[in-house]
Nanobody
């Protein structure tokens, strides 16, 4: 049984930082590319960042390049998202998932989603 548990969200002021974590369990992670997605109120869920199974390949949405850094610890089956220079536009619920290539985009592989972690950035 696959389980993804996101944590680390909170309320921060613009310009602040947060570090999100996603702990995976079940028969996923070791050879899977993992990614972070976010969903703001009234908007569709969007890709934020992704990382290859070895950690050597990284992918970022244009909106977060230079501010967010994705990493993973395969021994702990955990993927992280370090978010710096946060702005109110980053306010959303953040989720992780296994990712796959969909044309020129990255898409979630699993239909399952964890509960997500809320990030709120005040101006």
């Amino acid at each position: 049984q696959v389980q993804l548990v996101e944590s680390g969200g909170g309320l921060v002021q613009a310009g602040g930082s947060l570090r999100l974590s996603c702990a995976a369990s079940g028969r996923i992670f070791r050879l899977d590319s993992m990614g972070w997605f976010r969903q703001a109120p009234g908007k569709e869920r969007e890709f934020v960042a992704g990382i290859g199974w070895s950690g050597g390949t990284l992918y970022y949405a244009d909106a977060v390049k230079g501010r967010f850094t994705i990493s993973r610890d395969n021994a702990k089956k955990t993927v992280y998202l370090q978010m710096n220079g946060l702005s109110p536009e980053d306010t959303a619920v953040y989720f992780c998932n296994v990712i796959k290539r969909g044309g020129s985009n990255w898409e979630p592989l699993l239909d399952y989603w964890g509960q997500g972690t809320q990030v709120t950035v005040s101006s």
